[in-house]
């Protein structure tokens, strides 16, 4: 498969095959889309997931994801809709992105007629900037009959911005047409499917779609005529492969081969898109003679419209037309012996020459005809009109011809034929087409057609611009639709009524006192006058004055002032209560005064979407004074602790604190007289104001919160241990003369013990305990408290013996457990004064021993907290007593079992891996045997088995020398043997075989003839390896 990338936008073509259709033949038309049809076509449509899993559970074309293109340009990227020379395509998905996914399949029998599947895309992709698998795209596959992909048939576009053709706009990537063909020549007569999938990125958010033509034809090599007057011919390909190689070198879809012999053979390689190779190959023809020129065949003059070319002589009938000696002027499609040129007014000429069936062309012969006079298209003048109008239309001729009117360009039947040089139209409702020619009054030749549509114009459409005022006013309506200075306005439906001078698009009505309908024409630019349309003059009466509160401030603050209301009308803010103007219009409904420091009045009306105007409603703002700014006395207090400030002088009682001037820095909570600050360090600078009753705050008054220095916690010497119990002394580190205070937790108010003395020694303790202490600097101020801690380290508890048993002349294991490698302390004595150095883990190898003793061992924790003497006794067992079994030699053909002599209640383990007293003896060699008590004692002992037996030989009774592979030759067996001599002698007693070798065998030949059937006999003579010597005799049976 081969993968394209493009920037960021995948063309994708990708999916599995949900069915297959019944085999069946389908013709290359509806493998195509030039009927405008989906042929035999099927589609799905689905889904593609977050991991670029494509789904199409629904079966069914679309209309919209399935579409049939006609020829136009794509609106994205302004490519043809359809390629050159075809009239239809499909466009695959659209560009509308929501992980969406279609496709298209078709299943066929291959037949020979389409063995070359050829498809041309466009394909359109929005630039997501995703990961590969995330892109939109489209996929090419075929299927074989069972659903197998077919190797080498796949085809993706990956996005990636570097694939040859593509071109950006924007944030689209889009390909022109290309063209692709598939060698399907493998196929023939099997079924396949053919499947396009397109999808939408996996996030949803981007589109990808693709324009679609399919067809078919031979997989076949064509080749130009071989012509007498041409030294080569052209090889053409079948297009839409990504590589040609010739078998002459050349590459290329089409090649020119000079000279070529008649008769060989081209040969192309053809390389697809996808990677695939095919081949295909061309026989060179004959070279043609030369080809006999046409024989013009006499034609009458005729009118311009009738004009008739003839030509004779060509032998398969075929020739071509041109309109110059230059090949490059043939007329398309002319390749019959009659052609009929175009309209003429004068004489012309035309050239044939005759093709032979190689497509060779003879020299061209020049044709000519006369043509009679024939009249010119005659001459019109446009004019246009009004919707639901009529059209005069004027020939502008002087002649006397007679004037022929149709609806076709060419063909069909004239509906008025007269000398009448007008022709008026029907009613119209659009712009309409229509063709006239003039037919001479003297020959009867009709001229070429002139078209002449007639322009049907629209009449204005009048759109009400304004049409509201107030009741008693005079209101100002206002339309569009025509030209200045062209509108005519009315009283009413009458045109009598018409109101004079009233011709523009507003017209400024009466006083009115109800509603009023007046009525008005527009005119266009062209004079097109539009329908008498009703303009309805609304009037509204003023809207109640605004709903608005007073508002309450203090002194210096800014008001906002809010209007009850829920409509949509203007707001006026006035300084007066009638007349003046208006400081504020809008729709807003709060309005903010500046600072105020006296009681002031506002005025507020509403204007309503008509303009009216309500009576205005009286805003009062009470500004209330400021209390006196209170009176403070400070506070002094320890570094650390809270201080207390108070205030004095507001007559509701109530205050507020700040931490700064800024009145964002109000302290929560604070309103009462007295204020403790939080724990503070340093002299800090707090503000208090009072609160009047009605909520007004007085000036800031600055009070000062005194910081006296507090000393720091004492340091206390490292924590003092003991272990199991004792009394323990608490050191303090100071060089100063302050005072200490002891206390028993970090909370109690109370010291157990006070002084300037530096130590503490506590009671006897048995546990961990905390003590708590302080000092007191020269202004009374008392340190935070340090944690001293007497520590009471536990004993740890006495060694466990594990393992403490072993074997004589050994040494043995010990083994204990309760503590970690390391804190172990191994003793000879109870007293400790034997110990045994470097020994501190849990497992202790003694010295060799032979009878059973003690040793002692304790635990000493990483505080150096020493447990209790654990006594560990040794006891030291017996060893089992060696076998008595000896040396021995045996015969194996004999012996069964080595049994060895006591030992009944050891184990026992063989090398041989059984675990009896005795073992099956199969060859000689060393036995070794390990004996094993109850205590996992152990002893090794090992018996040497020497084989000795008499030799053993075995004579066959008979063979059969037949050459069938079964017991062919006659041979003798033997055991235990260290010589041997095998004889074979007739019945008259001649020796006829001889062998020293027990391998070898004798082929039942004599003198190198088969022997005849009968009875030999055989004598062995041998010495065995034990040196005692044998000899056997037998008869045996030669059968054929």
């Not at 589609?43 to 977050?50: A, N």
């Not at 002084?755 to 006897?764: H, I, R, V």
């Not at 003839?1009 to 045996?1036: D, H, L, P, S, T």
């Amino acid at each position: 498969m081969r993968k394209y990338t493009i920037a960021c936008l995948i063309l994708i073509i990708s999916g599995l095959l949900t069915s297959y259709a019944q085999a069946q033949i389908v013709s290359c038309t509806d493998i195509s889309f030039e009927s405008g049809t989906f042929g035999a076509w099927t589609g799905q449509t689905g889904s593609i997931d977050g991991s670029g899993v494509i789904t199409l559970p629904t079966p069914g074309l679309v209309n919209g994801r399935h579409t049939i293109m006609t020829p136009g340009v794509d609106p994205l990227v302004g490519i043809p809709t359809v390629p050159a020379g075809a009239t239809h395509s499909v466009r695959l998905g659209n560009d509308a992105s929501s992980k969406k996914a279609e496709s298209m399949e078709i299943t066929f029998t291959v037949t020979a007629a389409q063995s070359t599947f050829q498809y041309q895309y466009a394909v359109v992709l929005e630039d997501p900037n995703h990961q590969p698998h995330q892109q939109p795209g489209l996929e090419f596959n075929m299927f074989d009959a069972l659903g197998q992909p077919i190797p080498c048939s796949s085809v993706k576009f990956v996005s990636g911005g570097n694939i040859p053709g593509f071109q950006s706009k924007g944030r689209i990537r889009y390909k022109d047409w290309t063209t692709v063909a598939v060698d399907l020549m493998p196929y023939i007569g099997q079924k396949i499917t053919i499947k396009f999938t397109t999808n939408d990125c996996t996030l949803g958010g981007h589109f990808g779609y693709c324009y679609l033509t399919t067809g078919c034809s031979l997989q076949s090599v064509s080749v130009s005529g071989y012509c007498f007057n041409i030294n080569g011919v052209t090889l053409s390909a079948p297009i839409g492969y990504d590589e040609y190689n010739w078998s002459d070198g050349q590459t290329g879809q089409s090649v020119f081969v000079t000279n070529p012999t008649p008769g060989d053979t081209y040969t192309v390689t053809l390389k697809s898109v996808s990677g695939c190779q095919t081949q295909a190959s061309v026989v060179i023809p004959p070279k043609s003679p030369k080809v006999p020129e046409p024989i013009p065949v006499p034609v009458a003059p005729a009118c311009g419209a009738n004009l008739q070319l003839e030509a004779s002589g060509s032998a398969n009938g075929r020739y071509k037309w041109f309109t110059s000696t230059n090949s490059a002027d043939s007329i398309r499609g002319e390749v019959t012996n009659i052609y009929n040129p175009p309209f003429a007014t004068n004489s012309v000429t035309y050239y044939v020459a005759a093709v032979d069936d190689y497509g060779c062309e003879s020299d061209k012969v020049a044709m000519s005809t006369v043509v009679l006079s024939t009249p010119l298209p005659p001459k019109m003048t446009v004019t246009d009109v009004c919707v639901q109008g009529t059209i005069t239309f004027t020939v502008d001729e002087t002649n006397a011809n007679t004037y022929h009117w149709y609806k076709d360009s060419i063909g069909g039947t004239a509906f008025q034929a007269s000398t009448d040089k007008t022709f008026t139209t029907g009613i119209l409702s659009k712009d309409t087409t229509f063709y006239v020619s003039q037919v001479s009054a003297v020959n009867g030749c009709e001229s070429a057609r002139t078209k002449i549509t007639g322009q049907v114009h629209p009449l204005p459409v009048i759109k009400v611009i304004d049409n509201k005022g107030c009741i008693g006013e005079q209101i100002l309506l206002k339309v569009s639709g025509g030209v200045q200075g062209k509108y005519n306005w009315y009283t009413s439906k009458n045109p009598a009524d018409i109101i004079a001078g009233a011709n523009d698009s507003t017209y400024l009505t009466p006083p009115l006192a109800t509603n009023t309908t007046f009525y008005v024409t527009a005119e266009s630019t062209i004079g097109c006058t539009s329908a008498l349309d009703s303009v309805v003059a609304q009037v509204e009466a003023p809207p109640a004055a605004p709903k608005v509160p007073g508002v309450s401030i203090c002194s210096g603050e800014n008001a906002t002032v809010t209007i009850n209301e829920t409509n949509t009308n203007t707001f006026n803010w006035y300084n007066v209560a009638t007349g003046g103007t208006a400081f504020q219009s809008s729709g807003a409904k709060t309005f903010t005064s500046g600072a105020l420091t006296a009681n002031t009045k506002y005025y507020v009306s509403q204007t309503s979407a008509a303009g009216c105007e309500s009576s205005r409603t009286e805003v009062l703002i009470t500004v209330n004074p400021l209390p006196p700014a209170p009176t403070v006395t400070p506070g002094k207090g320890c570094a650390g602790n809270s201080i207390l400030l108070q205030a004095s002088g507001s007559t509701s009682g109530i205050y507020r604190w700040y931490t700064s001037t800024n009145t964002v820095d109000s302290i929560s909570g604070a309103d009462s007289a007295t204020f403790n600050t939080p724990p503070i360090y340093q002299n800090t600078t707090y503000y208090v104001a009072a609160v009047s009753n009605n909520g007004c705050v007085s000036p800031m008054t600055a009070v000062i919160a005194d910081v006296k220095p507090t000393p720091g916690a004492p340091i206390v010497s490292s924590n003092q241990e003991v272990c199991g119990s004792g009394k323990i002394t608490l050191t303090i580190n100071e060089n100063n003369t302050y005072e200490y205070r002891w206390y028993t937790d970090s909370t109690s108010t109370v010291p157990f013990k006070a002084g300037t003395e530096k130590t503490y020694t506590t009671d006897l303790l048995t546990s961990t305990t905390n003590f708590y202490v302080s000092q007191v600097g020269v202004n009374g101020c008392e340190s935070p408290r340090t944690l001293a801690q007497a520590i009471v380290n536990p004993l740890p508890n006495a060694p466990q013996i594990i393992a403490n048993e072993g074997c004589t002349g050994n040494s043995v294991i010990l083994q204990i457990s309760g503590a970690a490698n390391g804190q172990y302390r191994w003793y000879n004595d109870s007293l400790k004064t034997s110990p045994i150095n470097g020994v501190t883990d849990s497992l202790y190898q003694t010295p060799v021993l032979i009878t059973s003793t003690q040793y002692y061992v304790n635990i000493v924790d990483a505080k150096g907290c020493e447990s209790p003497l654990t006594k560990v006794p040794v006891t030291v067992h017996e060893l089992p007593a060696p076998i008595a079994k000896q040396d021995t030699t045996v015969c194996l053909e004999d012996i069964g079992n080595l049994e060895l002599d006591g030992g009944e209640n050891y184990g026992h383990t063989w090398n041989t891996g059984e675990t009896s007293r005795y073992i099956t003896i199969a060859k000689e060699g060393l036995y070794t045997v390990t004996t094993q008590t109850v205590h996992g004692c152990e002893r090794t002992d090992s018996i040497k088995v020497t084989t000795l037996c008499d030799p053993i030989v075995y004579i066959p009774e008979a063979f059969s020398p037949n050459g069938d592979g079964n017991n062919d030759f006659f041979k003798v067996f033997g055991r235990y043997l260290e010589h041997i001599d095998i004889m074979i002698y007739n019945r008259w007693g001649t020796l006829i075989f001889h062998s020293n070798r027990l391998d070898s065998a004798w082929n039942g030949t004599v003198k190198g003839q088969i022997a005849n059937a009968g009875v030999f006999r055989c004598k062995v003579v041998y010495r065995g390896i034990n040196g005692k010597n044998k000899e056997k005799q037998a008869m045996i049976h030669l059968v054929k």
